[in-house]
């Protein structure tokens, strides 16, 4: 079969003239195997998901049912509570930002007229002031005109400290006003190189005045629509089971013409990330699974069947160990791991050091993640001018031991090692989820060599990443020695992802756990370097600040990287989604459709 036969076969698979399994054959007709020809499919699919995509249908609705798996259920859908992906994926599905970012890292405008420039004026000179242009003719799912006012509000609301907004970070520092019912000025105390920030992708959306304006501050968890949401999206909301099922139909008087496509949607959660991949894979239950953290093997096997498709986009996400250095379990002032005590073994630095020596990244990568992470050093590693060239990781277990033995810590007949009475052992928190179980094991296998042990703990997904307050076990509460996951990096610039290591953002009680800075650690140099990077306009030293403040964490090994992370979904064969590294999945869920 000639490069032309091919390339015509693989267009009508793509324009659904025939179907894959009809593809798959006519290779086999030919000597070419059934996993080759699908693993054909698959690259071709792959660049298919790294183009823009475009959207064909040309009137809205008719697309039947959307069904879309999430394997960590959704449990809330005000997105200034969300701290975990799943809960912003399911509330960007009513609500929507004045910009978000495409896969490519572009700024794409969505309740915004355009995105703000030099050129259009809405960039000024200085730094210091943005001017947004709304759309309209766009109307809340109540009917009610969404206007300027609404735009103020949210500000007012993120940034009012009694909400307790996931997404103060992005507002406490300027100020919004309104010029005229679709203009608004949002104005800096300095120059900000970094401006997408307030109103653009996870932090962004837009909240409608008349339904949460009596429910600002202290009263922010008392709002009817924190469950029952009014927005502007595509989607108007049907019913929601916290921990179970969301469901939307299509809003009829969506302010994109032709969209959406799907007449209901359904975000189904609970499970976990094999049987996800499994149900869009191999049986096609659901259209669209999100975050398959599992091994590369088993999705391979499963893409086999030419049912669905495996997506993997470039992004910033980060798969990291957190250290605990404050006293997990002691309770001060009615929360533990606070502030005002210290870790009786993690606090030394040298323990610490000794530890990121004991995990063999490189193993991690090849054996459990493929093509879903790249072993790293570095917190930050896209784009790649952000990434730092100075950490390194090494694997060294006899290097750990000599660590440890210079530093007094000495094996007791248990083969534990203590000090001053203090054991190295520890409680070590992650998800429910195979790759993550694996990396514990293996973790604790080269600990266990040099003394140290590790009491695995593991929590089931909806748990770990919920926003509920109440809950000792999310991983904001940080109520163990240490704890990894996944962290996303929003968007294409790493100033917000790196707010994680400020002082003013640490989790705790105050902040109801909602504060960026879960580690606690925190370093005078690097709130130094980030407030500087905050107002510094030349790229090239910007950059070099951030860089600093992300080295600072890492070098005190406190945070320690293990993977840069693909964002690795699954959709069925005739599925066109809009799949983004730097925004929730449902960022487009506007623009998908069914070919």
């Known amino acids: 079969m000639d490069e032309r036969t091919l390339s015509s076969l693989i267009e009508n698979v793509k324009d659904g003239a025939i179907s894959r399994r009809s593809f798959i054959r006519r290779l086999a007709a030919v000597g070419i195997t059934a996993p080759i020809a699908s693993q054909i499919l698959a690259w071709n699919d792959v660049a298919m998901a790294q183009a823009s995509l475009q959207y064909k249908p ?7 049912p959307l069904k879309i798996l999430l394997w960590q259920a959704p449990t809330l859908l005000n997105p200034h509570f969300a701290s975990g992906t799943k809960d912003q994926i399911a509330g960007r599905i009513f609500f929507e930002p004045l910009a978000g970012w495409d896969k490519d890292g572009n700024l794409t405008p969505q309740l915004a007229a355009e995105v703000p420039s030099r050129a259009n004026g809405g960039l000024s000179e200085d730094g210091k002031v943005v001017t947004w242009k709304l759309k309209q003719g766009v109307k809340w799912h109540d009917g009610k005109p969404f206007t300027a006012d609404d735009v103020v509000f949210t500000w007012e609301y993120a940034a009012d400290p009694a909400t307790a907004a996931y997404t103060t970070g992005s507002y406490t520092n300027i100020k919004v ?6 203009t608004v000025k949002v104005i800096f105390k300095e120059p900000t ?32 629509a924190n469950l029952k949401p009014v927005g502007t999206g595509p989607y108007k909301f049907v019913d929601f089971k916290p921990g179970d099922i969301l469901t939307g139909a299509r809003n009829e008087d969506y302010h994109v013409k032709n969209q959406p496509h799907f007449d209901t949607i359904e975000v189904k959660g609970g499970g976990d990330a ?3 991949a499994r149900a869009v894979l191999q049986t096609g239950e659901f259209d669209y699974a999100w975050n398959l953290q599992v091994e590369d093997e088993v999705l391979k096997k499963m893409e086999t069947g030419g049912r669905g498709k495996v997506s993997a986009v ?3 996400d980060i798969e990291f160990i957190i250290l605990n250095t404050t006293d997990p379990w002691t309770e001060v002032d009615g929360e533990r791991s606070s502030v005002k005590t210290k870790h009786p073994t993690l606090s030394d630095p040298k323990v610490r050091e000794a530890i990121n020596l004991l995990i063999d990244r490189d193993s991690i990568q090849k054996f459990i993640y493929g093509r879903g ?4 050093a570095s917190f930050v590693n896209e784009p790649k001018q952000f990434k730092s060239q100075k950490l390194k990781y090494e694997f060294n277990v006899d290097k750990a031991n000599k660590i440890l033995d210079d530093a007094g810590y000495k094996k007791g007949s248990d083969g534990i090692r203590e000090k001053d009475g203090k054991k190295l052992k520890y409680v070590y928190q992650t998800s429910i989820n195979a790759p993550r179980q694996k990396t514990q094991a293996i973790i604790k296998q080269a600990c266990q060599k040099v003394g140290i042990d590790l009491e695995l703990k593991s929590v089931t997904a909806s748990v770990f990443f919920s926003s509920d307050v109440a809950n000792p076990d ?4 940080l109520y163990v020695d240490m704890e990894m996951y996944t962290t996303t990096q929003p968007q294409p610039d790493p100033e917000r992802f790196l707010n994680q290591f400020v002082s003013w953002e640490i989790a705790n009680k105050e902040n109801k756990w909602l504060g960026r800075n879960v580690s606690r650690y925190s370093d005078p140099a690097a709130d130094e370097a980030y407030k500087a990077a905050q107002k510094e306009l030349d790229p090239a030293k910007r950059a070099a600040l951030l860089i600093k403040v992300n080295e600072i964490f890492c070098e005190a090994n406190v945070i320690l990287p293990l ?3 693909t964002r690795v979904a699954a959709s069925v064969t005739n599925l066109m989604h809009d799949h983004s590294g730097w925004d929730v999945d449902t960022w487009n869920v506007a623009a998908w459709y069914r070919s």
């Open 58 to 64: 040309t009137k809205a609705g008719g697309g039947g």
């Open 274 to 276: 094999v049987s996800a």
């Open 193 to 224: 190189p970094f401006w997408a920030d307030p109103f653009v992708g996870v932090v962004g959306q837009i909240l409608p005045k008349h339904h949460f304006g009596d429910y600002k501050g202290a009263k922010s968890r008392e709002a009817p």
């Open 314 to 316: 470039a992004s910033g």
């Open 373 to 376: 992470g790249t072993a790293t």
């Open 474 to 477: 999310t991983y904001t509460k």
């Open 177 to 182: 006003e309104k010029v005229d019912d679709h």
């Open 563 to 565: 993977l840069s992370r």
